[in-house]
């Protein structure tokens, strides 16, 4: 592992440790009025605190990826704590849990298999416009639905289908990234490198796009963890319109890249999302043959 993702791991734990001891402080030493301070105001301060000291000893790419680590600990601590709660707040504490984890588990997948990628957008943090902005609808239609209807989100048992969906999407595609390794990007690649290998084996097996199938299930089981009806429909129309145009335009390129091994590939394995058959084209073979192809 780079030291980058060495001290990206430190960060994270130190942070997570420090703010669940700040959390719980007050459940094992009893409530005061010393201790309700140090369990909600003492967070805060100490973020202000450890965002300092990382600003004070590191630099650059360094600081970025640590400060990114230690919110990402802090997150994770908030959302434990949360989830102790009997109401409401239980379930969006397993969401902010799964949430950080997914973010911070793809930064340091990358640091594993393929360090010379790694960047500030590994985390992924900022993926897109239109994450962010279902994210924060998400995060809406669960605070309306828990002022408005709290029991709604006490069905405990649905959200632990939807932490199981997460648990699954993430091994999944973390197995796919750790297959692939150097091959993988988070990004479609459109100029084929000199090392660049089609992977057919391990979960590239089951199916052509793991990492995307891992991803759908993944983001469709967070609206299941936070019980939110809306998104839980919105989420997964969204997903498959974006998978469907993604995987396309994905496969466009790997039959360019690999010609006549792709597409055997293509009829042996599918892509692993419902109704998304990729981009097959009619007599594969044959047009292979005509263009051809050659990489």
Not at 57 to 81: M, N, P, Q, W
Not at 131 to 156: D, I
Not at 232 to 256: D, K, P
Not at 266 to 294: A, C, F, M
């Amino acid at each position: 592992m780079s030291s980058a993702g060495r001290q990206a791991l430190l960060c994270f734990f130190s942070s997570a440790s420090l703010f669940t001891v700040s959390f719980f402080s007050g459940s094992v030493l009893g409530f005061t009025s010393e201790l309700w301070a140090l369990t909600y105001w003492g967070p805060a301060l100490y973020f202000c605190l450890f965002n300092f000291i990382l600003r004070y000893c590191y630099k650059g790419f360094t600081y970025e990826v640590l400060v990114r680590s230690a919110f990402l600990g802090c997150s994770f601590a908030i959302g434990l704590y949360l989830a102790m709660f009997e109401d409401g707040w239980r379930v969006f504490g397993l969401y902010t849990m799964v949430l950080s984890t997914f973010h911070f588990s793809e930064f340091v997948a990358v640091a594993l298999t393929n360090p010379q990628t790694l960047s500030i957008d590994s985390f992924i943090l900022n993926h897109s416009v239109q994450y962010g902005v279902a994210a924060v609808s998400s995060w809406m239609e669960w605070a309306v639905e828990f002022y408005f209807y709290p029991e709604m989100k006490t069905y405990f048992w649905l959200s632990s289908v939807g932490v199981l969906m997460c648990v699954g999407g993430e091994l999944l595609r973390k197995s796919a990234m750790f297959t692939a390794k150097t091959n993988f990007n988070h990004t479609v690649q459109y100029v084929k490198r000199p090392d660049h290998q089609l992977v057919t084996h391990g979960v590239y097996a089951l199916c052509r796009h793991p990492s995307y199938v891992g991803w759908f299930y993944w983001s469709i089981g967070t609206q299941i963890i936070l019980l939110n009806p809306i998104c839980i429909i919105v989420y997964t129309l969204a997903s498959w319109t974006f998978f469907r145009e993604r995987v396309y335009a994905e496969e466009l390129t790997l039959l360019a890249f690999f010609g006549p091994q792709y597409a055997e590939y293509q009829k042996k394995v599918g892509t692993g999302l419902p109704l998304i058959p990729g981009y097959v084209p009619e007599n594969t073979s044959q047009r292979v043959k005509d263009d051809h192809w050659s990489y």
